[in-house]
C-alpha cells in the first residue's frame, strides 16, 4: 500500500520560501512519476512539478524558475523547494505517485501553502 505524508506548508510573506517534503512508503518498482499538485480554493487540482524515474523533471509554467523538485530515492523522499513565492501560489499542495502499470494515482493528505501580499 502506498502512502505519501506531505509537510512543510504555513504562511509565509510575498517573496519568501518554504520547502515541502513528501514521505513515501509502500513504493513499488512500477511507481515511475513522484510529483506536486496544488489545489486553490474554487479552482481545479493542477500539476505543479514531477520527476520521474530517469531523472527528469518537468514544470507548470507558472512556477518555472521558482520552484525546483527533488528526491532522494534512498529515502523515498520527494520535496518541493518553493522560492519567491506569490500570492496566487496560495493553495493546498499534494505529494503525488503514478503507477506506470496499473495507471493508480495515489495521494497524499495535503499540506496548506498561504502567502501573504
Known amino acids: 500500500q502506498v502512502q505519501l505524508v506531505e509537510s512543510g506548508g504555513g504562511l509565509v510573506q510575498a517573496g519568501g520560501s518554504l520547502r515541502l517534503s513528501c514521505a513515501a512508503s509502500?513504493?513499488?518498482?512500477?511507481?515511475?512519476?513522484l510529483g506536486w499538485y496544488r489545489q486553490a480554493p474554487g479552482k481545479q487540482r493542477e500539476l505543479v512539478a514531477f520527476?520521474?524515474?530517469?531523472?527528469?523533471?518537468n514544470y507548470a509554467d507558472s512556477v518555472k524558475g521558482r520552484f525546483t523538485i527533488s528526491r532522494d530515492n534512498a529515502n523515498n523522499m520527494v520535496y518541493l523547494q518553493m522560492d519567491s513565492l506569490k500570492p496566487e501560489d496560495t493553495a493546498v499542495y499534494y505529494c503525488?505517485?503514478?503507477?506506470?502499470?496499473?495507471?493508480?494515482?495515489?495521494w497524499g493528505q495535503g499540506t496548506q501553502v498561504t502567502v501573504s501580499s
Open positions: 509502500g513504493i513499488q518498482r512500477s511507481i515511475n512519476v
Open positions: 503525488n505517485a503514478k503507477d506506470a502499470i496499473t495507471g493508480v494515482d495515489y
Open positions: 520527476s520521474t524515474n530517469g531523472g527528469g523533471t
